[in-house]
């Protein structure tokens, strides 16, 4: 069973940068996706950033994609979300869970960043853009 574990958050003035860790124990498969979500206060769930473990292969929703980066060290069953240039509406709390395949959705017409057959999430860590 994986377990995930964030950390990271905090609170950030606009055009301030974060990194955030997503890492992961127990059973970790070669080939898993691992994927960033976000909730702010009153919003839906969005998928912003996605990487296939097994080749390095990135995925982002179009919202933070040039703002924000993920990576991934396999020695330390780690992924990372280092997210700069941050305005208020990145607030709201981030999730990183562990699955299958690393996707592209679109919502409303824009493109998000999905994952297939999750299996476990982490609590989540807060981030606060504000001055």
């Known amino acids: 069973e994986v377990q995930l574990v964030e950390s990271g958050g905090g609170l950030v003035q606009p055009g301030g940068s974060l990194t955030l860790s997503c890492a992961a124990s127990?059973?970790?498969?070669?080939?898993?996706?691992i994927a960033w979500f976000r909730q702010a206060p009153g919003k839906e769930r969005e998928g912003i950033s996605c990487?296939?473990?097994?080749?390095?292969?990135?995925y982002y929703a179009e919202i933070v994609e040039g703002r924000f980066t993920i990576s991934s060290d396999r020695a330390k069953n780690t992924v990372y979300l280092q997210v700069n240039n941050l305005t208020p509406e990145d607030t709201g709390v981030y999730y990183c869970?562990?699955?299958?395949?690393?996707?592209?959705?679109?919502?409303?017409?824009?493109?998000?960043?999905?994952?297939?057959?999750?299996?476990?999430r982490g609590q989540g860590t807060l981030v606060t853009v504000s001055s």
């Open positions: 990487i296939q473990t097994n080749d390095g292969t990135t």
């Open positions: 127990g059973f970790f498969s070669d080939d898993s996706g």
């Open positions: 869970a562990a699955g299958s395949l690393c996707l592209i959705q679109f919502r409303g017409g824009r493109r998000f960043s999905g994952l297939t057959n999750l299996d476990a």
